[in-house]
């Protein structure tokens, strides 16, 4: 099979354009804050295209899982990332070569981003094999990089650059400088008198002194004199800059495509380890979800909003970790409890953990099994925006409109706090039909809400409960557990914090 990709199995899982556009639910999620994060420091490869782009099948998303346990392979990191190293030095020599006003200095600098590519390619193909990676991307990746090192292109293309740095390396010249003349000569074996007068001159050094050397600036474009003076170089050895010219004209197209295309895509992998190790050294667990098409259960253990725990983990703050699934025909979860309890985090983290999922990227959490959803939609309670002239309800109700009218059966829907803007009775009325036209799609939802009654509404919902510290109400643990919603519960909790409760009124007032 001819390598095709390692981000993408087939040509048609990878994105259309290079410049795939966020999709719209990122925001909701704060995955904008995580691709941005992790894409940080690596602008030359335009990297949020591919994390703005969705695989839609399973072996497309097993093919990247094997690529990125094989990176969990010291050895396959190491020869990866020395690959990367390399190709980051060549193209620091082709932008400098760039700069260059004079020719032949920027050819010299073409020739050695041509070195530092033949022996970056050459060492990689030497050190991948024995690192012994087992997923199909790398495999083939190695079968043709090997296939290319070994051409004869590739190997002139190697011997050359040798040949002509060795050439340049032995090249002796003497300069003359006689007032405002400079004379370029051949070397003639002249002696070397640098040695000779530190030697004289060192007799008359008394202990140590201070250093009044001035130090000269090396830049690394040439001056007119350093140019006239290659020039004449030039002249008295015409026949090596001849072939460095020559080399460099007719090398001009040396990068393969192939190799160039590794040498992006390889920094998705790269860029998102990064970006989870500074969880993973606080002990938060990552695994690679079991991914199915058809079944709907779901589960994850320990996991979490990765977004939020990046930024606690700079603080050096504390992750709270939840568990969530769904079993058998379940298909909503009615997540209720007091105000910043955790229930936006939770369902943040439902959608992202899908997400995540969905790009071929290990998931915060143990244990993951997750299905392989078509879209994802959020809604997300929004500022009301006086432009439109819509009532907040009705910029609500637009919005589920949109949503219901291309939800489909293989959906993943994720509702915060709707219908806030208005009554109970006609809140609760309104999320009765939404709930209802979601569950006859079969989709899978996440609603947080303040309406208790929605989690009664049918067998296939359960609900979840953001707890409190049952001795100090006021306190939040951010544990999300599954259990029935009681807020009469969290009520009395409060009463009794407040000496409120029923018997207390009734002690105060004499009764």
Not at 313 to 323: A, F, G, L, Q, T
């Amino acid at each position: 099979m001819v390598f095709h990709s390692i981000l993408f199995e087939k040509p048609e899982d990878g994105p259309r354009h290079d410049d795939t556009p966020e999709p719209p639910f990122f925001g909701d999620l704060n995955l904008d804050q995580i691709v941005s994060a992790v894409t940080l420091g690596r602008d030359d490869y335009n990297l949020k295209p591919f994390f703005h782009t969705e695989l839609t099948r399973e072996e497309a998303i097993t093919y990247r899982h094997e690529v990125m346990q094989d990176l969990d392979n010291a050895a396959v990191l190491d020869s990866i990332n020395a690959f990367a190293a390399g190709m980051r030095k060549m193209r620091q020599h082709l932008a400098q070569a760039e700069k260059l006003h004079y020719r032949m200095q920027s050819e010299w600098w073409r020739l050695e981003a041509i070195a530092v590519y033949c022996k970056t390619l050459d060492t990689f193909a030497h050190d991948l094999p024995l690192a012994a990676p087992g997923s199909k991307g790398l495999r083939e990746f190695h079968r043709t990089l090997s296939g290319y090192v070994a051409s004869a292109r590739f190997r002139s293309l190697m011997h050359d650059a040798v040949h002509i740095k060795e050439s340049l390396a032995a090249i002796r010249y003497c300069i003359r400088v006689k007032g405002s003349s400079v004379t370029v000569l051949h070397y003639d074996a002249e002696i070397d008198q640098s040695a000779d007068v530190l030697s004289i001159f060192g007799k008359f050094k008394q202990g140590t002194v201070k250093d009044h050397s001035a130090e000269l600036r090396d830049w690394l474009d040439m001056n007119h004199v350093e140019a006239r003076v290659l020039d004449f170089v030039a002249q008295l050895h015409p026949q090596v800059f001849v072939e460095l010219a020559t080399y460099c004209a007719n090398n001009a197209d040396y990068l393969d495509a192939t190799i160039q295309t590794f040498d992006r895509e390889v920094q998705f992998y790269l860029a998102y380890r990064d970006y989870v190790s500074i969880c993973k050294s606080a002990g938060l667990s990552f695994c690679y979800p079991r991914m199915s098409s058809t079944s709907k259960a779901m589960h994850c253990d320990e996991t979490f909003d990765l977004a939020l725990a990046y930024k606690l983990m700079i603080e050096k703050s504390h992750v709270v970790c939840n568990d969530c699934h769904l079993d058998g025909e379940e298909r909503l979860i009615v997540v209720s409890g007091p105000n910043n309890g955790g229930k936006t985090t939770f369902a943040r983290t439902f959608g992202q953990l899908h997400y995540l999922a969905k790009i071929g990227c290990p998931v915060p959490g143990r244990n993951a099994a997750l299905f392989l959803c078509d879209q994802l939609f959020t809604h997300f309670e929004r500022e009301e925006n006086t432009k439109d002239l819509r009532g907040k309800l009705q910029d609500d109700l637009m919005r589920v409109h949109q949503i219901l009218a291309h939800a489909t059966s293989r959906s993943v829907i994720i509702m915060n706090e709707i219908f806030s803007s208005t009554t109970l009775t006609d809140a609760l009325f309104l999320s009765k039909k939404i709930i209802g036209e979601i569950l006859e799609r079969d989709a899978l939802c996440v609603c947080v809400t303040f309406i208790e009654e929605l989690a009664h509404l049918d067998e296939r919902a359960v609900s979840m409960v953001s707890e409190v510290k049952p001795e100090d109400p006021a306190s939040r643990t951010f544990r999300v557990r599954r259990r029935p919603a009681d807020g009469r519960a969290y009520a009395v909790s409060v009463a009794a914090l407040y000496g409120l409760t029923y018997d207390h009124l009734t002690e105060r007032l004499g009764l």
